[in-house]
């Protein structure tokens, strides 16, 4: 059976997970949105995302994982754009900062049943000195030999909790669970 992972955020981050997750050959389809049809395009071209979709609602009706790899100042809005179309029992998450305040828009706005957990990716040490940025600096690699932060709010099911460290893991990053305040 394949599942759908909506990547929101198709910049260096976004347009990186699709294309570490395509390495991997898992039966995974992965939807894209960016605001930018450009930038949606080229990750399709880098073939990051199997396709794009320019209506946001549209792009995360079938995803069981959606990840905003997005600015923090875009979070909040997606959230509430999003939020009505999420299918029960899916995951969102997120690699903006500021964990606390997102894990509050969470709450407010996306309706019960679906689930939330914060990352805070690390990408590479070897690519830190990079120059490209957007779709361009996109690499598979970008998260190998890296930690991932994960910060879930309390209650979060441990399946939920099994599902992100497999996700980063399948990225090349070790999981490191964190508190939401030490965050």
Do not use: C
């Amino acid at each position: 059976m394949t599942v759908q992972i909506t990547i929101i955020g198709l910049g260096q981050v976004g347009a990186s997970i699709g294309l570490a997750l395509k390495e991997q050959e898992a039966s995974v389809h992965i939807m894209g949105h960016d605001k930018d049809t450009r930038s949606a395009k080229a990750a399709q071209d880098a073939s990051a995302v199997d396709t794009y979709k320019y209506n946001l609602p549209d792009s995360v009706r079938e995803a069981r994982i959606v990840i905003l790899a997005l600015p923090f100042a875009e979070v909040r809005q997606t959230l509430e754009v999003i939020g009505p179309d999420l299918q029960e029992g899916s995951l969102v998450l997120d690699t903006a900062l500021s964990k606390g305040t997102i894990e509050s828009w969470v709450k407010e706005l996306i309706p019960q049943g679906r689930f939330y957990v914060g990352l805070f990716p690390a990408i590479h040490p070897d690519l830190l000195h990079g120059i490209e940025y957007g779709v361009k600096a996109a690499r598979a690699d970008l998260f190998e030999k890296g930690i991932m932060a994960i910060t879930a709010p309390l209650g979060t099911p441990e399946n939920v909790f099994k599902l992100t460290t497999d996700l980063i893991s399948l990225l090349g990053s070790l999981p490191l669970l964190m508190d939401t305040a030490e965050a």
